[in-house]
């Protein structure tokens, strides 16, 4: 398996452009997550889909943010528009329901700098 | 509410010396604990895990844990340190649901 795909790596983008970051999460887990990661406040959970369902989307900042996940291998993290403060890596992780034998696999994350 | 402290930003050993991360947890009812490694440039990877069972859990990389549900630890183990190990470390929970939630993380710095 090539494990979580995300995608881009990284991400330069100027203030007020959208951006999108793409995941694919390992076949047949059913939950996936976006993570936020910055020096200031660590690891930060944005949101999470069970069998492609939204969950919990508490932790998305703000209505600039959305993510959808139109099927079981694909999701998208939107940011529109962007601001220098949502600088940060983005990870996503999948899992099976339950947090399976491993817990999450994490992708390499996209470093996304908006200036 | 579940939430996890690592009370270290840093630690500092010697290559060849034991090692010890630190995890304290508060969930409410029975916790799944795990460990994760970050490398730099990387995503976390996954060390070791306490579902249930015997209170010494063993992982990848010759890394343990070990639980403690009377102290609400977790601390993360090695008996001797390699400069491979220097990474930044992270302790998480869940209160057996699928959300996990993550510590601050401990830097651990390996040195020669």
């Known amino acids: 398996d090539a494990g979580v795909i995300q995608s881009p790596r990284h991400e330069v983008t100027e203030m007020g452009q959208e951006v999108t970051l793409r995941c694919k999460p390992i076949?047949?887990?059913?939950?996936l997550f976006w993570y936020r990661q910055t020096m200031m406040r660590g690891l930060e959970l944005l949101i999470y889909?069970?069998?492609?369902?939204?969950?919990?989307d508490s932790g998305m900042p703000e209505d600039r943010f959305s993510a959808k996940m139109p099927n079981a291998s694909f999701s998208t993290l939107k940011i529109q528009p962007s601001e220098p403060r949502d600088s940060a890596v983005y990870f996503c992780?999948?899992?099976?329901?339950?947090?399976?034998?491993?817990?999450?696999?994490f992708g390499s994350g996209t470093r996304l700098t908006v200036v | 509410a579940q939430s996890v402290a690592q009370p270290e930003d840093q630690v500092n050993v010697a290559e060849g010396n034991p090692l010890t991360v630190k995890c304290t947890y508060s969930?409410?009812?029975?916790?799944?604990l795990f460990w994760y490694v970050q490398y730099p440039n990387r995503g976390l990877q996954f060390l070791l895990k306490?579902?249930?069972?015997?209170?010494l859990v063993k992982g990848s990389y010759g890394f343990e844990a070990e639980f403690n549900k009377s102290q609400t630890s977790f601390h993360l183990k090695k008996p001797s340190a390699l400069v491979s190990d220097s990474a930044l470390y992270f302790c998480a929970s869940t209160g057996g649901g699928n959300k996990l939630t993550f510590g601050t993380g401990t830097q651990l710095k390996v040195e020669l």
């Open positions: 889909f069970n069998n492609n369902v939204p969950i919990d």
């Open positions: 076949s047949g887990h059913n939950s």
């Open positions: 969930v409410s009812g029975n916790p799944y």
């Open positions: 306490y579902i249930t069972g015997d209170n």
């Open positions: 992780a999948s899992s099976l329901v339950g947090g399976g034998d491993y817990g999450y696999t």
